[in-house]
């Protein structure tokens, strides 16, 4: 018997990957472990390995296709075999019947959604679990098991065929822009309806612009994988927050001087030299934690206030920019914050980062500084409530009271969603920012 080969879960945030490239030819000969392809999410390449050996007979997928997570790809068994199933890996079928549960069915979001009977619904166990997978009210589906009071698995799934086949990412991108699914046109495998079919069936209907004569186009980059990611999210953004930025110069000379002489200390024995990114990581995670609204994001209904400080570190790379996230950054010292982010980088650098790696944040810090850029106003990495921009330090004649002296002047963009944050609680905690780059020292007392 064939064992079905599909995309795995990459992640709790990967809902989609983009296929790379096979890694053997159709009909080889694979062994367990071994990686036959290759996908792309917004975070890394990664090389997904065979879950069988026997001849693998690979299914209409080629570079360049974006295909949702669990989807079968291809079929792994005897050499004569052929690949004939298409769609997302179906759960165990049910063999025989399961001993009916009595539940409370809970409002769930759903493509057509009504109102949800407050009735005591049956269900068996393994219909329940799938109507939570695919976010479907057990109410709304019609039962058949046990004298038609009871719904079983195979009910759900009837149910779900005769809703459009969408991915999660599509679904809850059609929720937020009020997009009718049943008016959009699946260009996913098997008709599936993605994110781009939602983006184009929302996008108002504008002039159509003259191509550019083909002498004048160099060249072409297809808008996709990191950088169709990174358009998607950056566009989410603007479009959806109301971004307020506050710039402050600040007096770095006492800082940079403490970074020289920690430099000096422990370059040696920690086999790195502390940078300033590092130093203003830890000034940050202790604001976070003095001001925890800053530390938060918006759900439909409310505000969160997040526990933990997960620091975003954007890092410019080949594949466009990523932003690999230290966990619990207010807990490590400089020296286990420093190795983190080194490690971290090194991945995203290198495409082998887990995507893992690269979610979680609940607070971003965006350094230009090194490109001789003064201020910049970076967009809000969602759905994180703000973003820090730093820009270079410079050598300014700063007045003094009756003198002028030259110092080591830094300048800051804070930019932070109005929807969950006014301005001046945003301006204290760069205030406060401020204040710990002045005086350094001030760290040993937080």
Same mark, same amino acid.
């Given at each position: 018997?064939?064992?079905?080969?599909?995309?795995?879960?990459?992640?709790?945030?990967?809902?989609?990957?983009?296929?790379?490239?096979?890694? /053997?030819?159709?009909?080889?000969?694979?062994?367990?472990?071994?990686? /036959?392809?290759?996908?792309?999410?917004?975070?890394?390449?990664?090389?997904?390995?065979?879950?069988? &050996?026997?001849?693998?007979?690979?299914?209409?997928?080629?570079?360049?296709?974006?295909?949702?997570?669990?989807?079968?790809?291809?079929?792994?068994?005897?050499?004569?075999?052929?690949?004939?199933?298409?769609?997302?890996?179906?759960?165990?079928?049910?063999?025989?019947?399961?001993?009916?549960?009595?539940?409370?069915?809970?409002?769930?979001?759903?493509?057509?959604?009504?109102?949800?009977?407050?009735?005591?619904?049956?269900?068996?166990?393994?219909?329940?679990?799938?109507?939570?997978?695919?976010? /479907?009210?057990?109410?709304?589906?019609?039962?058949?098991?046990?004298?038609?009071?009871?719904?079983?698995?195979?009910?759900?799934?009837?149910?779900?065929?005769?809703?459009? &086949?969408?991915?999660?990412?599509?679904?809850?991108?059609?929720?937020?822009?009020? /997009?009718?699914?049943?008016?959009?046109?699946?260009?996913?495998?098997?008709?599936?309806?993605?994110?781009?079919?939602?983006?184009?069936?929302?996008?108002?209907?504008?002039?159509?612009?003259?191509?550019?004569?083909?002498?004048?186009?160099?060249?072409?980059?297809?808008? &996709?994988?990191?950088?169709?990611?990174?358009?998607?999210?950056?566009?989410?953004?603007?479009?959806?927050?109301?971004?307020?930025?506050?710039?402050?110069?600040?007096?770095?000379?006492?800082?940079?001087?403490?970074?020289?002489?920690?430099?000096?200390?422990?370059?040696?024995?920690?086999?790195?030299?502390?940078?300033?990114?590092?130093?203003?990581?830890?000034?940050?995670?202790?604001?976070?934690?003095?001001?925890?609204?800053?530390?938060?994001?918006?759900?439909?209904?409310?505000?969160?206030?997040?526990?933990?400080?997960?620091?975003?570190?954007?890092?410019?790379?080949?594949?466009?920019?990523?932003?690999?996230?230290?966990?619990?950054?207010?807990?490590?010292?400089?020296?286990?914050?420093?190795?983190?982010?080194?490690?971290?980088?090194?991945?995203?650098?290198?495409?082998?980062?887990?995507?893992?790696?690269?979610?979680?944040?609940?607070?971003?810090?965006?350094?230009?500084?090194?490109?001789?850029?003064?201020?910049?106003?970076?967009?809000?990495?969602?759905?994180?409530?703000?973003?820090?921009?730093?820009?270079?330090?410079?050598?300014?004649?700063?007045?003094?009271?009756?003198?002028?002296?030259?110092?080591?002047?830094?300048?800051?963009?804070?930019?932070?969603?109005?929807?969950?944050?006014?301005?001046?609680?945003?301006?204290?905690?760069?205030?406060?920012?401020?204040?710990?780059?002045?005086?350094?020292?001030?760290?040993?007392?937080?």
């Amino acid at each position: 018997m064939s064992e079905e080969f599909f995309v795995p879960k990459l992640g709790q945030t990967v809902e989609e990957v983009i296929m790379v490239g096979w890694l /053997v030819e159709d009909g080889a000969k694979v062994s367990q472990g071994e990686a /036959v392809m290759e996908v792309e999410t917004d975070k890394a390449v990664f090389p997904v390995e065979a879950n069988a &050996k026997g001849f693998i007979h690979l299914g209409p997928y080629k570079a360049g296709d974006t295909i949702p997570v669990l989807t079968v790809v291809a079929i792994i068994g005897k050499q004569d075999d052929k690949f004939e199933v298409q769609g997302a890996a179906p759960a165990v079928e049910e063999t025989e019947p399961a001993p009916s549960v009595e539940v409370a069915a809970a409002p769930m979001p759903v493509a057509d959604s009504k109102p949800e009977s407050t009735d005591r619904v049956f269900a068996s166990p393994r219909a329940r679990k799938l109507a939570a997978e695919t976010s /479907v009210a057990v109410s709304l589906v019609t039962p058949s098991g046990y004298e038609g009071i009871r719904v079983t698995e195979r009910d759900v799934r009837d149910y779900l065929s005769q809703q459009p &086949k969408v991915t999660p990412v599509a679904q809850r991108m059609a929720a937020d822009v009020g /997009v009718d699914l049943r008016e959009v046109a699946g260009s996913g495998p098997g008709g599936r309806i993605v994110k781009q079919d939602v983006a184009r069936t929302a996008q108002p209907t504008a002039p159509v612009a003259q191509p550019l004569p083909v002498a004048e186009v160099v060249e072409r980059v297809p808008l &996709k994988g990191v950088r169709g990611i990174i358009a998607e999210r950056m566009a989410a953004s603007v479009h959806t927050t109301a971004r307020v930025t506050l710039v402050m110069e600040v007096d770095a000379t006492e800082f940079v001087a403490a970074r020289e002489r920690i430099k000096a200390k422990v370059s040696k024995d920690w086999g790195f030299a502390p940078g300033y990114n590092d130093l203003l990581a830890k000034v940050v995670a202790v604001a976070l934690r003095q001001f925890p609204y800053m530390n938060a994001r918006l759900a439909p209904d409310a505000i969160e206030i997040m526990s933990h400080v997960n620091l975003g570190m954007a890092v410019d790379t080949e594949r466009g920019l990523l932003v690999p996230v230290v966990k619990d950054a207010d807990q490590k010292n400089l020296r286990q914050f420093g190795e983190d982010f080194r490690r971290m980088v090194d991945g995203v650098r290198a495409g082998r980062s887990l995507p893992d790696d690269l979610s979680g944040g609940t607070f971003t810090i965006t350094n230009l500084g090194m490109y001789d850029v003064d201020a910049f106003t970076p967009v809000i990495n969602l759905p994180e409530a703000a973003i820090l921009g730093v820009g270079r330090i410079a050598s300014k004649p700063v007045a003094r009271g009756e003198s002028v002296v030259v110092r080591q002047m830094w300048t800051l963009s804070l930019v932070f969603d109005h929807r969950l944050v006014d301005g001046a609680p945003a301006a204290r905690f760069l205030q406060f920012i401020k204040q710990l780059i002045e005086e350094p020292y001030l760290l040993l007392t937080k």
